[in-house]
């Protein structure tokens, strides 16, 4: 029998999280105690399962403690878990995402960034250029954008681009004046990390990682920021479904880093008037899905600025947990993705239409 005990709005793990991710993908049934469980009704049902030669993983978190069985599903089917006194619900395990899933964790993970919050009652805006062009002009925009509340910067240092001829991006050049501006004016800074050779650099700036979506499948980069300790993005791939998405997430997880942020930002149809074709309904099915903070980048999703305010209010409306939007000063100077990228006015009058959709559903910007 193991045990994990933790605390709070997420588990903690005494033991190696490796482990623990091996075990709760051997888990075949969970079995939720009622909050008013008695000690004795959780031990009973310890020494059932280990009667029929069952392992038994308990988890204890703040609100609900969570027995899994690992073994033969066969045996245990054939025991009405249900009927025994403390349990709440009995959930057998189908889904091959474990850690992801709501059967792991009932409550909403919410991922803390020094006090900053993705994941609860406040939507939280994360904005800025597509690519990192200079000092001057990353700092012109991150003070345009701060009156609406924006404590996230985001910018890219690394660019992939379709083309092999396309800007690129500065490097670690462009990760400075990231943290530069980061120091002027207190913004956390998301950036894109591309290749698992760069984990070190990327990650001695920024403060969130972001998987862009051709490396939703890169396992060997998704295995990386697995070991890191700092918040991931990772973007919906193309062509991704529900279940590869949660699946690329799971990689992430499975290595011990439990602060991740889904994010949808369009997916590829037979549709040519938009750059791709956002998914609305992936943002309550991922809410129901996962405990995991989902946020929609409205900007890659539609390819047009004109687009994206109407987009915006349409994700804060289906529940997502934040935005992550490009804006620059002078879109048609951009290096990148000019076309879809808002100017500052336009961010600032969206971000308060936003505001008023937040307050009808109960929350806040």
């Not at 005990?5 to 091996?22: L, R």
């Not at 070190?200 to 979506?213: E, F, P, R």
């Not at 499948?217 to 991704?240: H, M, S, Y």
């Not at 405990?291 to 804060?316: E, K, Q, T």
Request: proline share 6%.
């Amino acid at each position: 029998m193991v045990w994990e005990d933790g605390g709070g709005d997420s588990p903690s793990y005494p033991i190696d999280c490796s482990e623990i991710a091996k075990i709760w993908g051997e888990i075949v049934m969970i079995i939720v105690m009622r909050p008013d469980h008695r000690e004795e009704d959780l031990l009973k049902i310890v020494r059932r399962l280990e009667d029929i030669n069952l392992r038994v993983h308990i988890s204890k978190g703040e609100h609900r403690t969570i027995v899994g069985a690992i073994g033969d599903e066969r045996v245990i089917a054939e025991i009405p878990m249900e009927t025994f006194p403390g349990v709440e619900k009995v959930l057998p395990i189908l889904k091959p995402y474990k850690l992801v899933g709501r059967e792991f964790k009932p409550e909403n993970t919410v991922v803390d960034i020094d006090g900053l919050l993705i994941g609860g009652p406040q939507i939280q805006i994360i904005a800025g250029p597509c690519a990192v062009e200079s000092r001057e002009v990353l700092e012109e925009i991150a003070e345009q954008i701060e009156p609406a509340g924006v404590h996230f910067l985001r910018g890219g240092a690394f660019k992939p681009r379709t083309s092999p001829y396309a800007f690129q991006g500065w490097g670690e050049k462009g990760l400075k004046f990231l943290a530069g501006v980061r120091e002027k004016t207190g913004m956390k800074v998301v950036t894109e990390l591309m290749d698992p050779r760069d984990t070190v650099l990327v990650c001695k700036y920024a403060d969130i990682i972001q998987i862009g979506t051709r490396n939703m499948q890169n396992f060997r980069l998704l295995t990386e920021v697995g070991n890191i300790d700092k918040p991931v993005i990772l973007k919906r791939g193309l062509c991704a479904t529900i279940k590869e998405f949660l699946m690329s997430a799971e990689y992430i997880m499975a290595q011990g880093n439990e602060k991740v942020i889904l994010c949808e930002r369009g997916i590829r149809t037979f549709e040519t008037e938009t750059r791709n074709t956002l998914d609305i309904s992936a943002v309550p099915l991922l809410k129901q899905l996962t405990h995991l903070p989902v946020i929609v980048d409205p900007s890659h999703a539609v390819g047009r600025a004109d687009l994206v305010p109407a987009v915006s209010r349409a994700a804060v409306a289906a529940g997502a947990d934040g935005l992550l939007v490009e804006v620059h000063v002078r879109p048609e100077e951009a290096m990148s993705d000019g076309p879809q990228s808002l100017r500052p006015a336009v961010f600032l009058s969206m971000i308060e239409e936003c505001r008023r959709v937040a307050e009808a559903i109960g929350r806040f910007i």
